[in-house]
């Protein structure tokens, strides 16, 4: 298809959620980075400044009912699968109101009841626990996708390849999403990785390996609703590779030194949420007054979030005991 086809057929309402949410997360990014800088949010933050389009249109193509898991950088996946800036501003400010009541902090964002594992910062041990969801939809008949989001790196990692395997040979509703930056921590792709596309990973076990362009949301979306949509058919499993780069650093005050001015330089004028900007601008599906209304209130609900979790309460010592287990009926 076209890329005016697809922008027709998006049409501009989709467009413009997809323009919202971006810049959701992007604000949220930039708002709590000053925060933990000033030394107001505790613990550590793993941000995803860059890599919105990845997060925006994989969600945005998911059914309500499907399952994400995501990773160490889980800020843009929650956002895009429709947590709110309240309880994830609780959660980093450690407080009861979080997504995981103050217990999990930035590497942990989840809601089940929002269709998002809480994040698993072990790096590649979310895709085995997607196998297992996936394989459960499948024995219940139920036409649901279970969707893992994860770096280059952890294509690495043991768990990746068995969780493929096994994805394959059962035939599972799954999704393996690679959001590949090029750095895992400081270390560049080219230094950890023969080949050059994590994409043909996926023929070693007989599945379909796709890539996308990470910084395009349309060209995201369309990737991802194909491959969620042949899941969901029983097509089996896909690994999704997301070309696309982070501006910020891996972690904390981390200053990104190790990343060539250059090659920031070249990525930035990718910037995904510049592109599409640009192409709603051209499209006359926005003015810049619109894009000004949608920055002041965004900034608007983030004040009011970092309030909400400020005056939230922190958890009681006793508190540290309760959620270790969850009590679940396993169906038989
Ligand atoms: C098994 C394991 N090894 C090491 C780490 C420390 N660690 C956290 S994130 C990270 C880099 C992961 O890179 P990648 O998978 O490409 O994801 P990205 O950070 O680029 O999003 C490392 C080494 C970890 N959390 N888990």
Redesign the pocket.
Request: aromatic letters at 10%.
């Given at each position: 298809m076209k890329y005016s086809d697809k922008i027709k057929e998006l049409g501009k309402e989709k467009l413009l959620t997809f323009y919202r949410k971006m810049v959701e997360i992007r604000s949220f990014e930039e708002r709590i980075r000053f925060l933990f800088l000033e030394g107001k949010m505790p613990g550590t933050i793993h941000q995803c400044i860059g890599q919105e389009a990845c997060a925006v249109g994989v969600c945005s193509a998911l059914a309500e009912d499907d399952v994400v898991a995501s990773?160490?950088?889980s800020h843009g996946h929650a956002i895009a699968r429709g947590l709110s800036f309240n309880e994830l501003m609780a959660e980093l400010y450690g407080k009861t109101t979080g997504c995981c009541k103050g217990k999990g902090g930035s590497m942990h964002f989840g809601n089940l009841e929002k269709g998002m594992l809480t994040g698993i910062?072990?790096?590649?041990g979310n895709l085995p626990i997607v196998v297992g969801m996936g394989l459960s939809f499948k024995l219940r008949k139920q036409k649901r996708v279970a969707l893992s989001f994860?770096?280059?790196?952890?294509s690495n990692?043991g768990s990746f390849h068995e969780s493929l395997n096994m994805a394959a040979v059962y035939n599972v509703p799954s999704v393996f999403v690679c959001?590949n930056?090029l750095?895992?921590?400081s270390t560049n792709i080219g230094k950890m990785l023969k080949i050059k596309n994590i994409a043909d990973r996926a023929q070693s076990y007989g599945i379909e390996g796709m890539i996308a362009d990470g910084m395009d949301v349309i060209d995201v979306y369309f990737n991802a609703k194909k491959v969620i949509d042949k899941a969901r058919k029983g097509g089996g499993p896909t690994l999704l590779e997301l070309k696309t780069f982070r501006f910020c650093g891996?972690s904390r005050r981390d200053p990104c030194n190790y990343i060539p001015k250059e090659e920031k330089e070249l990525w930035a004028k990718k910037d995904p949420i510049g592109s599409l900007k640009k192409t709603l601008l051209k499209e006359n599906m926005m003015d810049a007054s619109d894009f000004k209304k949608i920055d002041i209130q965004i900034e608007k609900e983030l004040d009011e979030a970092i309030l909400f979790a400020q005056e939230s309460p922190d958890p009681r010592p006793e508190d540290t005991f309760e959620d270790l287990y969850v009590s679940m009926e396993v169906p038989r």
């Open positions: 990773n160490h950088r910062a072990i790096v590649g994860f770096g280059e790196g952890a990692e959001e930056n750095y895992g921590a891996h």
